[in-house]
Nanobody
Framework: QVLLVESGGGFVQPGASLRLSCAASGRTISAGAMGWFRQAPGKEREFVAGIRWSDNNAFYSRSVRGRFTISRDRAKNTAFLDMNSLKIEDTAVYFC?????????????????????WGQGTQVTVSS
């Protein structure tokens, strides 16, 4: 069993930056992918960013590309989401997700159905 724990959410003003972390415990990650999704009140959960563990290949939604960066630290079994130039519409609960087998393709990495482990979520609020 793998446990994912997010941290780093908070309340910031538009234009500010935040870094989210997702630490995986229970196994050493050597394959698969980790991703970030978000869900705003009254909306469906949406893909934000994902990274394939084997080759560090990253994928982003159109709404965050150029502002957010996903990365991973293999030694720490941790994925990060650096969020810059935050906008009010980025306000949501952010969830970390993991799938730790094989080399998933982009369509798997960008879909919530592609993941089997989820964190508890961390709130990000962007407001003036």
């Amino acid at each position: 069993q793998v446990l994912l724990v997010e941290s780093g959410g908070g309340f910031v003003q538009p234009g500010a930056s935040l870094r989210l972390s997702c630490a995986a415990s229970g196994r050493t990650i050597s394959a698969g992918a980790m991703g970030w999704f978000r869900q705003a009140p009254g909306k469906e959960r949406e893909f934000v960013a994902g990274i394939r563990w084997s080759d560090n290949n990253a994928f982003y939604s159109r709404s965050v590309r150029g502002r957010f960066t996903i990365s991973r630290d293999r030694a720490k079994n941790t994925a990060f989401l650096d969020m810059n130039s935050l906008k009010i519409e980025d306000t949501a609960v952010y969830f970390c997700a993991g799938y730790f087998r094989g080399n998933p393709i982009m369509s798997t990495i960008t879909s919530p159905q592609g993941y089997e482990y989820w964190g508890q979520g961390t709130q990000v609020t962007v407001s003036s």
